[in-house]
């Protein structure tokens, strides 16, 4: 009913900056609303971890090991989140899923979903 579309990953040097970008999208109506969306991480062998976080509103919240570094912001028109990161590390490479939270479809409003996307691959070298 609602899909997310990543894209922005790659390869870059440690130091370097990616864009990562998502849109959500409704298969079954336009989106009316999307309460949060998110960035997760997840390396090979590890959990999948919470990035960044954007309310609706615009409130936001980053993991400790990329305060500084990361900003998220959105597009509500666009149902659009970014997720900008700047002076990567080695350590920032796993796969970058956006998750959006709440998602209302104008043909359905009683209905909420929670979504994720397939994820694309960050990887930084040194």
């Known amino acids: 009913q609602v899909q997310l579309a990543e894209s922005g990953g790659g390869l870059v040097q440690a130091g370097g900056s990616l864009r990562l970008s998502c849109v959500a999208s409704?298969?079954?109506?336009?989106?009316?609303?999307?309460?949060?969306m998110d960035w997760y991480r997840q390396a090979p062998g590890k959990q999948r971890d919470l990035v960044a976080s954007i309310t609706n509103s615009g409130s936001t919240n980053y993991a400790d090991s990329v305060k500084g570094r990361f900003a998220v912001s959105r597009d509500n028109a666009k149902n659009t989140v970014y997720l900008q990161m700047n002076s990567l590390k080695v350590e920032d490479t796993a796969a970058y899923l956006c998750a959006a939270r709440k998602v209302v479809l104008s043909t359905s409003p009683d209905v909420e979903y929670d979504v994720w996307g397939q994820g694309t691959q960050v990887t930084v070298s040194s």
């Open positions: 409704g298969t079954s109506g336009s989106i009316y609303s999307i309460d949060a």
